[in-house]
């Protein structure tokens, strides 16, 4: 394909492939062993799409529970550590690794290097990451010791003090908890130091960070977001398990800590949280639109401005999800106008996506399909986050079925669409081969009218009064079609994402040869071949705009003339 | 097909210098905003609970100033220092000799540290359990006291490789960068030391 219309002399590697095929035992060891960035990437990605399946499977448990008034499907206490379990599963064991599995694979070769700056580091924190996941679920059978039946931690994935001292979560299922996050953290943490490390200290001659792609740009931004978001938590886990061992009295009111406190904390991980798992989006956004749309993007500098402000922002707004706590008034203010303020430069990132569509020559292609969708959802997402920011809305539908749907817009609407949108981008590149357009279509129908029949009408039945976490409700409140309508909903978004999963395999094997330019994109990975050899280049590219490979297929329009 | 690398037309870049940041010292520092970013909470719990112990024994009644540990472990900064430079000016024997002092001022510290907490616990009654103050004055020095812990076992390893004569000028990027951790573990101190035993009392 593309490296017959541009063969250029000396930059291959024309050694003969190993003749010897290994054993499998011989590949099991090169997975487990391996420090190469993609062969991690792909470990993260494959991660993240189990815990999207283990945590989806207990989204659907929940939903049937709820999908009938008075329901007996599960006891109260599993329904409290599904809900618990589900929460911190999609957070930390889907989408941090979905984050870093495309930070992984793509920044190196987007930037033209040969591998991540800390390549062992790098294998340590993926390791840690998911000894972290299998230590949060071996709760189920462990958590209360060896003996006796296991239990799950069943405190919310927030854990508000005093329900997680030992008075009231006996048991380790808190301690499984707290300990499995700070490993998680600490993984996290090395991941997020590498990924800085390597956007600055390792891109290609040429490649200033203003000629950096946008994708790039936004993993060094929430990875910097990440070093000051993700130690707060383990601080705070770190205080948390102080308590629960050795008797400490950081949470504990009785004898003069305070319960407050850890909200506090909690939320000053939590919030700009939501903003690290919403960042890899805007990434795959920012490559997608553009491609698709076959223009570049519209507003770079003002993307790159919006996103670093984004994450400055998103530090100082934790406390809006403590309006009913009973803050001061002026705290409330301040909370209630830094929250709106992120507005500003979300709608900057908005307008800039739909000026580079506006006008363009778009092509719906399935990644298209999805990230137009991330659009429009991100859209509705972020203004009933604005409703929300107003103290005296948000006492009224504090902990409702409102907020849940709020959320679940801005994670699944926005994040999980903009994720697959990624996946069906990259996929040759990491394969070699197209995923099926067909079933790509089917999945991307089946999730939007999925996600919208549960997510729509969750906003209706949280107006009308319905709280967070119950396990169940009355017949006569009034709630029951509409919960039963969230939960069918449910079930079509469940088909969907076992289409995709199926597309993945499927395609791995049945899919089209993709060649190693199918999008005829304008990144240096495309440059490359599918999948890109361990080396990613044999020599050093050398870039002179934002748009290499445009330049490589236009020599007599070069980019680097409008720049 | 799977060896090919096709790389962009590398117009020449005339007389461009490339320079890019070490990627140790990139690291080093993001290493030290994160972990400040956990002094930060805890040094934030312990203001927020001074004077919040429903009983005794108060940081009035127990806590001494740790004169001798702060002189060893703030001056150790200024020795490593020197220890470096010996190091960029190729004196490995006298980048051995200031490496071992700053390591000796570090465990002095820690020794230091632990005699504290022994009279604390032994004979005036406070452990982590005992009461608020307890606890956030454990877990704070605790924290900080682990970083030093960490930051000797670097020392050591550093100083097991000079007397080896292993550690040569070209080393000198690495060293600067095992001695910014130093530093920071230096400057938590004065912190720690300005919200414990001075604002704390």
């Known amino acids: ?25 011989e590949w099991i060891h090169g997975w487990v062993t391996t420090v190469d960035h993609k062969r991690l990437g792909i470990l993260y990605l494959l991660y993240a799409i189990l815990f999207l399946l283990v945590g989806g499977a207990e989204a659907i448990a929940i939903r049937i529970q709820l999908a009938f008034p008075d329901n007996h499907f599960l006891a109260p206490d599993t329904f409290n550590r599904l809900f618990t379990m589900h929460g911190t599963t999609m957070v930390f064991l889907m989408g941090m690794p979905f984050l870093f599995g495309f930070a992984n694979y793509i920044v190196p070769l987007q930037i033209g290097a040969r591998d991540m700056a800390f390549p062992r580091l790098n294998a340590l924190s993926f390791w840690l990451t998911a000894f972290g996941g299998a230590m949060l679920y071996y709760s189920f059978i462990g958590g209360s010791g060896l003996y006796g039946v296991g239990n799950a931690p069943d405190v919310t994935w927030w854990a508000y003090a005093p329900l997680t001292s030992k008075a009231f979560s006996p048991g380790h299922g808190v301690d499984y908890w707290a300990l499995s996050l700070i490993i998680a953290g600490i993984g996290t943490l090395g991941g997020a130091i590498n990924i800085i490390a390597t956007v600055l200290s390792m891109r290609c001659k040429g490649m200033t960070l203003l000629r950096m792609p946008l ?16 130690t707060p938590l383990t601080a705070a886990q770190v205080m948390l398990t102080i308590d629960r061992y050795l008797g400490g009295h950081f949470f504990d009111t009785q004898a003069g800590g305070s319960a407050v406190v850890w909200m506090h904390f ?28 076959r223009k570049p993007i519209f507003g770079y500098p003002a993307m790159v401005a919006a996103s670093v402000g984004i994450a400055f922002i998103s530090l100082g707004v934790w406390a809006h999800h403590m309006f009913t706590v009973g803050m001061t008034s002026v705290d409330n203010t301040f909370f209630v106008l830094s929250t ?71 994670l699944v609407g926005s994040i999980v669409f903009a994720i697959f949108g990624g996946f069906y981008y990259w996929y040759p590149k990491f394969s070699g081969r197209m995923m099926s357009e067909k079933l790509g279509k089917w999945h991307f129908w089946l999730m939007l009218i999925g996600f919208h029949v549960t997510f729509d009408t969750m906003h209706f039945v949280g107006l009308m009064g319905m709280p967070r976490s119950i396990y169940t409700y009355e017949a006569d409140r009034g709630w029951a079609h509409l919960n ?36 005829d994109a304008w990144t240096l990975e495309w440059s490359t071949s599918s999948p890109p050899p361990v080396y990613n280049y044999a020599v050093e590219p050398e870039v002179r705009s934002r748009r290499p490979l445009w330049d490589l297929k236009h020599p007599e329009d070069p980019d680097w003339n409008y720049e | 097909m799977s060896a090919t690398s096709l790389i962009p037309n590398a117009a020449a870049l005339p007389g461009e210098e490339w320079r890019l940041p070490s990627r140790g010292r990139v690291a080093m520092f993001c290493l030290i ?43 150790s900064s200024f020795v490593i220092w020197l220890a470096e430079r010996a190091l960029e000016r190729n004196k490995i024997k006298l980048f051995g000799a200031f490496w071992a ?64 004569g292993k550690v040569r000028e070209e080393h000198c990027e690495r060293i600067q960068v095992l001695a910014l951790y130093w530093h920071f573990v230096d400057a938590v101190w004065v912190v720690v030391f300005t919200v414990v035993y001075i604002l704390g009392r």
């Open chain 1, 1 to 25: 394909m593309a490296d017959q219309t541009f063969p250029i002399g000396g930059t291959l590697d024309l050694t003969p492939p190993r003749v010897a095929k290994e054993t499998f035992l």
């Open chain 2, 101 to 164: 002092l700053t390591l000796a001022l570090g465990v002095f510290f820690l020794v230091d540290t632990g005699f504290e907490w022994h009279t604390l616990i032994y004979e005036k009654g406070l452990t982590i359990s005992t009461n608020l103050f307890g606890t956030t004055f454990y877990s704070l020095v605790g924290l900080h006291a682990t970083h030093v812990l960490f930051g000797i076992v670097g020392l050591t390893t550093v100083l097991i490789f000079t007397l080896l």
């Open chain 1, 484 to 519: 039963t309508i969230i939960s069918i909903g449910g079930f079509v978004q469940a088909i969907a994402v076992l289409i995709f999963g199926f597309n993945l395999v499927w395609s791995y094997y049945k899919g089209k040869e993709a060649g190693n330019d199918p999008w």
């Open chain 1, 215 to 230: 994708f790039a740009w936004l993993m060094l931004v929430v990875s910097g977001l990440l070093l000051i978001t993700i």
């Open chain 2, 33 to 75: 905003i994160g972990e400040s970013a956990i002094f930060t909470i805890f040094v934030v719990a312990y203001i927020f609970y001074i004077g919040k112990s429903l009983y005794g024994p108060t940081p009035q009644q127990v806590l001494e100033i740790p004169v001798f540990g702060t002189i060893c472990l703030l001056s």
């Open chain 1, 340 to 410: 709106e303020l992120v507005g500003v430069p979300t709608g900057i990132k908005i307008f800039n996506w739909l000026a580079t569509m506006w006008g363009g020559k778009i092509r719906f292609k399935v990644p298209m399909l999805f990230l137009t969708g991330f659009l429009f959802q991100f859209l509705i997402a972020g203004l009933t986050g604005i409703i929300l920011s107003i103290a005296p809305f948000d006492w009224q539908l504090h902990n409702s079925y409102f907020v849940i749907a709020h959320f679940h817009y801005m």
């Open chain 1, 266 to 293: 909690f939320w000053i991980f939590g919030h700009p949280e939501v903003y690290v798992l919403v960042f890899p989006a805007f990434a795959i956004a920012n490559e997608v639109i553009p491609v698709f749309s």
